[in-house]
Every structure is written in C-alpha cells, then in structure tokens.
C-alpha cells in the first residue's frame, strides 16, 4: 500500500521562506514522480510543481525562482524549498504520487496522495 506523509508545514512570515518534506513507502520510489499542489481555503487544489524519476522538474509560473524541488531516493523522500512566500500562497500543501516516471499538472493524474501540511503566511 502506497503512503506519502507530508511535514515542514508551519507559520511563516511574508518574505520567508519553508521547506516541507514528503516522504513515501510502499512503492518503487526512484521510478516515480511525484507532484505538488496546493488548496487555499474554499478554493480548488492547484498544481505547484513536480519532479519526474529523473529529477527534472517543471513548475507553475507564478512559482518558478522561488519554489525548488527535489528528491532523495535513498531517503524516499521528495523535498519542497519555498521562498519568498506571500500571504496568498497560505495553503494546505499536498505531495502525490502518479505511478508513473513522469509528471503531471493535473489532479487527476494522482491516484495517492498524503495527507497535506499546512502552510500559513501571515505577520
């Protein structure tokens, strides 16, 4: 069975900046992409980035230069380096996994998801 948990979630100051963590089991890590998304409250769950088996990695416009992902496949784990948040980027921030090498900017492409992390910006 294929778990992914998120952590690194927390409050953060506009300006600055947070790294969140998802880390899975239960599947063949290395040849999997896994992306993230977003979902602010009363909003749609939005595509942030991904990154393929590879480590390629591709993003939303708005994000590009400021967020950065990675993974370690020793560790199963994918990381999500935010920087220069604003208050609109306050969310629930979800890794997901596609069983597949590469990624995809839709939700419907994920079959597994985790849990979520919340992320808030605010003074």
């Known amino acids: 069975q294929v778990q992914l948990v998120e952590s690194g979630g927390g409050l953060v100051q506009p300006g600055g900046s947070l790294r969140v963590s998802c880390t899975a089991s239960?599947?063949?890590?290395?040849?999997?992409?896994i992306g993230w998304f977003r979902q602010a409250p009363g909003k749609e769950r939005k595509f942030v980035t991904a990154?393929?088996?590879?480590?390629?990695?591709y993003s939303e416009d708005s994000v590009k230069g400021r967020f950065t992902c990675s993974r370690d496949n020793a560790k199963n784990t994918v990381y999500l380096q935010i920087d220069s948040l604003t208050h609109e980027e306050t969310a629930v921030y979800y890794c997901?996994?596609?069983?597949?090498?590469?990624?995809?900017?839709?939700?419907?492409?994920?079959?597994?998801w985790g849990q979520g992390t919340q992320v808030t910006v605010s003074l």
């Open positions: 997901a996994e596609r069983a597949h090498p590469y990624g995809s900017r839709s939700v419907d492409d994920y079959p597994c």
């Open positions: 239960g599947l063949a890590f290395s040849s999997s992409a």
């Open positions: 990154i393929n088996w590879s480590g390629t990695t």
